[in-house]
Nanobody
Framework: QVQLVESGGGLVQAGGSLRLSCAAS????????MGWFRQAPGKEREFVAA????????LYGDFVKGRFTISRDNAKNTVYLQMNSLKPEDTAVYYC?????????????????WGQGTQVTVSS
């Protein structure tokens, strides 16, 4: 059974940091690119970052501006999102997802599997 489980969300003050994790099971993790998306109340799901199957290529949403870093550990079947310099506008539910697009993609329709999400709240 394919499963993606996010963790690491929470409440943090503006300027703080969080590290999200997404543990995968039920398939060969290294054969999928991985991505992070986020969705705030009343807004569309938004691309945050993606990483290629081997971890050598990363893509980021325009708003990230060097604040976030995506990484993966294929030996642990886990993808991470390190978020620094957090802002109140980063408040959202963050989702990880898996895609067969080799280098990763910003298009949410090209992701096959999704986690349930983890809430990130940034207070001002």
């Amino acid at each position: 059974q394919v499963q993606l489980v996010e963790s690491g969300g929470g409440l943090v003050q503006a300027g703080g940091s969080l590290r999200l994790s997404c543990a995968a099971s039920g398939w060969t993790f290294s054969t999928y690119a991985m991505g992070w998306f986020r969705q705030a109340p009343g807004k569309e799901r938004e691309f945050v970052a993606a990483i290629s199957r081997g971890g050598g290529r990363a893509l980021y949403g325009d708003f990230v501006k060097g604040r976030f870093t995506i990484s993966r550990d294929n030996a642990k079947n886990t993808v991470y999102l390190q978020m620094n310099s957090l802002k109140p506008e980063d408040t959202a539910v963050y989702y990880c997802a898996a895609s067969t697009v080799v280098g990763g993609t910003q298009n949410k329709d090209e992701y096959d599997y999704w986690g349930q999400g983890t809430q990130v709240t940034v207070s001002s």
